[in-house]
């Protein structure tokens, strides 16, 4: 009898030890679940916003007035623009006085005038943006608005080089002379290209716009 029961407790032991083990095993992590449509759009959508690294360019440009082949004037400006759309911004210029006759007052001499004193701004501005093209160019937005004063006496007539001189009036009041532009070059680094060349319609002298630009490293 002794015997059959210790049989029995030895079966039990051996019975009990693999739940024992199993119940000591660590449980295995749950598996990854799939991402959902929405939020791997929403995972793009940030590291769109986010963008590769920004580029530092150096962007020169330059204005210049001829009159036949002789340069006149060169003007050149430099920027440091980031790729990525970020936007660098330039305004240059001075108050140019401009005087103004106005009529006395009634109860004086009618013959007499009075002059008071105006202020315009003439200049240069310019707006300038990059984008990395990711093969090795470069997109630009330029906007350039440049103007200046010009004496009614040193112009030509109708814009013909070889005309007779404008009359000055009897004040001597400038005339004032201005171009918008908005261009869109691509270039590599250490490329230039001449973008514009016009024609002033009073002068006659041509004004031409050369874009260099250089990756800054």
């Known amino acids: 009898m002794t015997r059959r029961m210790l049989s ?9 030890l693999p739940a024992r083990g199993r119940a000591q095993e660590t449980p295995k992590p749950e598996a990854a679940k799939p991402e959902t449509p929405k939020a791997e759009a929403t995972r793009e959508g940030a590291a769109e916003r986010r963008g590769p690294q920004g580029v530092n360019l150096r962007i020169q440009l330059v204005i210049s007035r001829f ?3 002789r340069k006149l004037a060169s003007l050149p400006y430099t920027l440091v623009v980031t790729t990525g ?11 140019t006085p401009i005087p103004t006759t106005l009529p006395g007052p009634p109860s004086s001499d009618s013959s007499k005038q009075m002059t008071s004193i105006q202020y315009r701004n003439v200049g240069t501005n310019i707006d ?11 997109q630009l937005s330029i906007g350039v608005e440049n103007s200046s004063a010009l004496a009614l006496e040193k112009g030509p ?16 009041i400038p005339l004032f002379r201005r171009f918008d532009a908005n261009l869109d070059p691509w ?12 024609t002033d319609p009073v002068t006659g002298e041509v004004v031409k716009i050369d874009v ?3 990756v800054v490293r």
């Open 8 to 16: 029995i407790a030895v079966a039990a032991a051996l019975v009990a």
């Open 67 to 69: 009159q036949g082949e």
């Open 85 to 95: 759309g970020n936007r660098a911004r330039m305004r240059m210029g001075v108050d």
């Open 128 to 138: 300038c943006a990059a984008w990395d093209k990711g093969d090795g160019r470069y």
């Open 157 to 172: 007539s109708g814009g013909n080089p070889g005309g007779p001189p404008v009359d000055a009036g009897p004040t001597g």
């Open 187 to 198: 270039l590599r680094d250490g490329q230039s290209l001449q973008t514009i060349a016009s």
């Open 212 to 214: 260099t630009l250089n």
